[in-house]
Each structure stands twice: as structure tokens, then as C-alpha cells.
């Protein structure tokens, strides 16, 4: 897991802003993003008992790992598997409800590791769920990178608690309420870290919309990231839908 841990220090890792849901206070939302979230499948999220993907990422010339997730949401239940260091498999199941019982590989590498690969599949959910964040419909935008325009909504957490303080994520949005564009700036008096990925890919697992590829930049860095393997498990069925 050491690769994960140097990862993590890129500012590509999102695990910050859930410590702030709890305690702050609410922020001007914008109405587009629940019209984004409905778009990805928020109103149905009830129905999903698990869902099960493979993140993958490759920035050319310095990192690269796969990690692979068992998730189920209601219960707290998550099953990984990876490789350590040397390339051996390594394999960890655990409930995320109950973190101060576990131990410190999952306390200090897979939960964090968890929370940002999370975050990458399921960010309009995320943006929707955490409350404490300020999303500003901005209007018609260029996008960061190559032609054609679209709606700006910069996603921003507060600077007064968390992980990484000030956090924010602009949001490029269609006409269609799909995020096409993401720009990621990391907060806080840490060096400053930026990620410019494209959102594309899209597939429906069930009634949950996931884009599963990006392409990018990560502090300057070509990135590839992207997700496979992706399905979900529905309330009354034990069979798993996979993502067409």
C-alpha cells in the first residue's frame, strides 16, 4: 500500500470533506445540483444494497494502481483488493461504521484510498449528500480544455474544518446535466494541487448513471483514470446488474 499512501499526498484524495458534513453549517446550493444528482440516479440510491467497481489509475511517468471495491452502503461493509508494494494480492474486508475497532492499514491507507476512489464514482451523489458545501450556479462557461461550452458550478467546501480546508471542484455541466468537465483545486496552506479530468464513459448500473473514464492532467502530470467492472446488487434480488 505504499504506492497509495504517496497518492494520497498528490491532493488527487477527496476523503477531507466528509469529516465536514457533520459539523457545519449549511451553504447556498444552487438548484442545478439536485437536477444533477437526479440525473445520476440519487432518487433510486434506496434501491442499491451494493455495488462493486475497479478503480484504475495511471499518471504517465509516476504512479499507477488498481484497486477493486465491495460496497454495500446500508450496512457499512467493504471488501478490497489490491497489491501491496511487492505485488503480492492483498485482500481486506471491514465495516467503515466501525473504524476506531480496526486497524491501522485500514485506519490510515484503505479507508482514506476507499473515500477518494468513492468519490471519483459517485460525486454528484457526494456533492448532493454534503451539505456543508456551497455549489454557485456561475452560467455559461468554456470548457478548461478544447472547444464548446457549459454550465459552471464550482462545488466548494468551507475553510473552517476538515481534512483540507476550502477544498473545491468545478463542475462543467451539459445541457443534459451530465458533468462533461471536472477541475479539482485543493484547499488550505498545503502546496496548491489541481487536476483537470474529462468526464466521459457513462454507463448505467441499475438505475445508477457513472462515468467511468477521465482523462487529464493531475499537477501537470498526464492522468488517466477509470473505472471497470462496475454493478450493483438491488433491494430484493442476490443477482448483480452490471453497468451497459
Known amino acids: 500500500m505504499k504506492n497509495d499512501r504517496r497518492f494520497t499526498m498528490l491532493g488527487l484524495l477527496l476523503c477531507g470533506v466528509l469529516v465536514l458534513t457533520a459539523n ?7 438548484p442545478i445540483l439536485d437536477q444533477i444528482a437526479k440525473t445520476y440516479g440519487i432518487d433510486s440510491w434506496d434501491q442499491v444494497e451494493a455495488i ?3 478503480w484504475n489509475v495511471d499518471i504517465i511517468g509516476l504512479f499507477k494502481a488498481s484497486h477493486k471495491w465491495e460496497w454495500e452502503p446500508k450496512t457499512g461493509k467493504i471488501i478490497f483488493e489490491s497489491t501491496d508494494k511487492d505485488g503480492k494480492p492483498v485482500k481486506v474486508s471491514y465495516d467503515s461504521s466501525q473504524l476506531s475497532s480496526q486497524s491501522d ?3 490510515n491507507e484503505v479507508e482514506p484510498a476507499f473515500v477518494n476512489d468513492n ?3 459517485l460525486f454528484p451523489f457526494h456533492a448532493y449528500w454534503d451539505k456543508s458545501a456551497s455549489a454557485i450556479d456561475q452560467g455559461k462557461f468554456n470548457l478548461p480544455v478544447g472547444s464548446g461550452m457549459a454550465e459552471l458550478v464550482p462545488v466548494k467546501y468551507p475553510a473552517d474544518g476538515g481534512y483540507t480546508p476550502g477544498d473545491t471542484w468545478d463542475l462543467y455541466v451539459g445541457k443534459d446535466n451530465r458533468v462533461v468537465y471536472f477541475v479539482y483545486h485543493r484547499g488550505g496552506a498545503k502546496p496548491p494541487s489541481r487536476v483537470l479530468a474529462t ?3 457513462y ?3 441499475g438505475p445508477i448513471l457513472i462515468s467511468t473514464e477521465h482523462r487529464g492532467t493531475a499537477d501537470g502530470k498526464p492522468l ?8 450493483v446488487r438491488l433491494s430484493g434480488s442476490d443477482k448483480w446488474v452490471p453497468a451497459q
Open 224 to 231: 488517466h483514470l477509470w473505472i471497470t467492472d462496475v454493478a
Open 203 to 205: 454507463k448505467k448500473a
Open 105 to 107: 492499514q485500514v485506519k
Open 119 to 121: 468519490y471519483w464514482l
Open 52 to 54: 462493486r467497481y475497479t
Open 199 to 201: 468526464w466521459a464513459g
Open 24 to 30: 457545519s453549517r449549511a451553504q447556498q446550493r444552487a
